[in-house]
Each structure stands twice: as structure tokens, then as C-alpha cells.
């Protein structure tokens, strides 16, 4: 008995290890939203697309591949609401990199050259409002753009 607790505990203990480790930006690393912030103008029933680029590098700026991060955005829904019954209320989607509509907030992971583009689909009707897209990673993790949209 003692002899398959020794044999089977230390693959046992990387098994686990192995399924519960995200791949997640590493202390001292940086987050980075380009454009920094928008202001739009609202053009009274119809879409504004805006896309963002993030960007996650290390302590020396070398881009990270493969960096699990998490998008958000406060008035963005996790479920998608027909322009048709909407028109009265903001409606923002979060737009992935394969155009479908996603959930906020949104899982993902960086590519090759550390950056995932996402597009935030705006459509306010008669609104103005101002929120932040953030972006988040590990720990420590975290950033954030203003987004505002004028009537």
C-alpha cells in the first residue's frame, strides 16, 4: 500500500496542479487598452463599433502569449437584446475577434504577439452615458478606458 502511495500521490499532485493553474499576466506585468479612451458622438439609432487592442507585456515589455484576461463592461449585458424591444435603453455588446457577441464579462487569452482586439457595438438610442471597459488578469492585473458617448 505504501509503495502506490508513493508511485501514484506525486502524479496525482501534478494532475491537479496542472488543471487548476490559469495562464494569467505575472506581477509587474502591464495591461494596455489602445485607444486609451473614446468619446463618440451618438448618431441617433444606429451602431457604434469601436475596437480596442490589449495588449499584456512583462516587467522588460515583451509581449505574453497565451494570457488568460477578462473583459468587462458595466453596461454591457450578458445576454443580447434585440434592437427591435431596446430602442429606449443602451444597448452595448461586447463583440469578440470571430465578430459573435460574448457575455460580460468575457474570458479570453492574448495571441501570439500578447494582444486580443475587441469591439464594443454601442447602441444608444437617445442616451449619453459614460463607463469603463476594463480588463483584468491574475492578481494584479488591471486596466481600465473611459468610454463616453454624447447625444
Not at 500500500?1 to 499532485?13: L, S, V
Not at 488568460?68 to 463592461?73: H, L, Q
Given at each position: 500500500?505504501?509503495?502506490?502511495?508513493?508511485?501514484?500521490?506525486?502524479?496525482?499532485?501534478i494532475i491537479l496542479a496542472s488543471g487548476q493553474c490559469a495562464n494569467v499576466a505575472p506581477y509587474e506585468s502591464?495591461?494596455?487598452?489602445t485607444p486609451d479612451g473614446v468619446?463618440?458622438?451618438d448618431t441617433f439609432h444606429e451602431y457604434l463599433n469601436q475596437q480596442f487592442v490589449i495588449t499584456v507585456t512583462d516587467k522588460d515589455d515583451v509581449p505574453l502569449n497565451g494570457v488568460?484576461?477578462?473583459?468587462?463592461?458595466i453596461f454591457a449585458p450578458n445576454y443580447s437584446c434585440p434592437v427591435s424591444s431596446c430602442l429606449s435603453a443602451p444597448i452595448i455588446?461586447?463583440?469578440?475577434?470571430?465578430n459573435n457577441v460574448v457575455n460580460s464579462p468575457f474570458t479570453t487569452t492574448t495571441g501570439e504577439d500578447g494582444t486580443y482586439t475587441i469591439t464594443t457595438r454601442i447602441y444608444s438610442?437617445?442616451?449619453?452615458?459614460?463607463?469603463?471597459?476594463?480588463?483584468?488578469?491574475?492578481?494584479?492585473?488591471?486596466n481600465s478606458v473611459e468610454i463616453k458617448v454624447n447625444q
Open positions: 500500500m505504501r509503495t502506490i502511495t508513493k508511485i501514484f500521490m506525486p502524479i496525482f499532485i502591464t495591461i494596455s487598452i468619446d463618440l458622438q488568460e484576461i477578462t473583459i468587462s463592461f455588446e461586447l463583440v469578440d475577434k470571430d438610442g437617445s442616451w449619453s452615458f459614460v463607463g469603463d471597459l476594463e480588463v483584468r488578469s491574475g492578481a494584479t492585473g488591471f
